[in-house]
């Protein structure tokens, strides 16, 4: 969807469409609430859509691995029953409340969202990656932040840089089709999962650590990376003609810094046990938000959102249950079978 000549009226926004997102909108229609869904994106999925569609997501309840683009694609069916409002391609802006103590949301091409509550699942907000301190004249040229098509490395030599779980998925997922893979990490331990940690001491991929790349060559490619390793008086070479640094992303939150929302370490929103912020009528799920305990996973995310909506449903009509009970109640008994 692009600008809207009119505005949008919805019981409650969700600002971003990734997993958390999608699911809010679900949620949203368990409790017989009209949605609207906006991404800054032109597509559904946030990140997961945009950075790793084809990479395999293990911590999702139900799915031994499941693609990115898979997940995305059933969250999506999930929703479609609650006939959410997707604005795709732009970003919301500014909040301000109406006369009737509703809000409305305006976004960069100026379409305007009133509704009774705003649930924020915008992931890590505008996200930059963390750029390689070296070789960024070859950025596209055999650099590159992440991994959008896997086939595209077959048969080559790459080397990946980073410690996380991205880096060693990545590096396990490129490992049957290129034809080295090289992990190079600066410190001696990973951030990655155990079992992924498990799982990458023992396939084939190569693992250098307590090192970084000093630096890349080649001509109009690269074709070797130069990488230094502490103790060792000389830097290694390492033949390559893909590089992938997955160092990670820089969160902004852009406008939503100026929604009165309390931040933590200038890019997570702090909420409570209910998902509100310190806005009344508005909560947050997902990466985006902070508290004592958080857990960064896609899982934990779901289980947010869905007390996000049920809070916000109550934020909406006072006198609703908090609990919407089971999606089980919602069908017929099975029939008995007679002996």
Not at 14 to 36: D, E, F, K, Q, T
Not at 155 to 184: H, K, N, R
Not at 237 to 248: E, F, K, M, T
Request: with cysteine; net charge negative; charged share 15%.
């Amino acid at each position: 969807m692009t600008d809207s000549p009119t505005p949008i009226d919805v019981d409650i926004l969700i600002v971003g469409a990734g997993p958390v997102g999608l699911y809010g909108a679900y949620y949203a229609g368990v409790r017989g609430l009209r949605s609207a869904v906006i991404d800054s994106l032109p597509e559904l999925g946030g990140q997961v859509s945009a950075l790793y569609p084809e990479k395999q997501i293990f911590d999702i309840a139900g799915y031994p691995a499941v693609r990115g683009r898979d997940l995305i694609t059933a969250l999506t069916l999930q929703a479609a029953p609650a006939e959410p409002r997707y604005i795709l391609g732009q970003h919301a802006e500014q909040l301000h409340s109406d006369s009737t103590g509703r809000y409305i949301v305006t976004t960069n091409h100026g379409t305007e969202i009133h509704c009774g509550a705003v649930v924020i699942t915008a992931g890590i907000g505008t996200f930059t990656p963390r750029a390689l301190p070296v070789g960024e004249d070859y950025l596209g040229k055999g650099l590159e932040y992440f991994v959008p098509d896997p086939l595209s490395y077959a048969g080559t030599d790459v080397v990946i840089v980073g410690g996380g779980d991205s880096a060693l998925d990545w590096a396990l997922m490129l490992e049957p089709i290129a034809a080295t893979v090289t992990v190079v990490h600066r410190r001696a331990a990973f951030r990655a999962h155990a079992a992924t940690v498990t799982q990458l001491d023992h396939s084939s991929v190569e693992v250098i650590t307590d090192a970084e790349i000093s630096s890349l060559h080649g001509g109009n490619a690269v074709t070797h990376a130069e990488i230094t390793v502490k103790g060792e008086a000389a830097p290694r070479r390492v033949n390559c003609q893909r590089v992938v640094a997955a160092l990670g992303f820089l969160a902004n939150l852009g406008p939503l810094r100026e929604w009165g929302l309390e931040l933590h370490d200038n890019r997570h929103i702090v909420v409570d046990s209910a998902m509100r912020t310190a806005v009344p009528g508005v909560f947050a799920a997902g990466d985006v938000v902070d508290y004592d305990g958080k857990v960064r996973l896609i899982s934990v995310g779901f289980g947010e959102v869905a007390t996000a909506v049920n809070n916000a449903a109550v934020h909406l009509d006072p006198g609703a249950q908090l609990f919407p009970g089971h999606s089980t109640d919602e069908q017929p008994a099975p029939t008995p079978v007679a002996a």
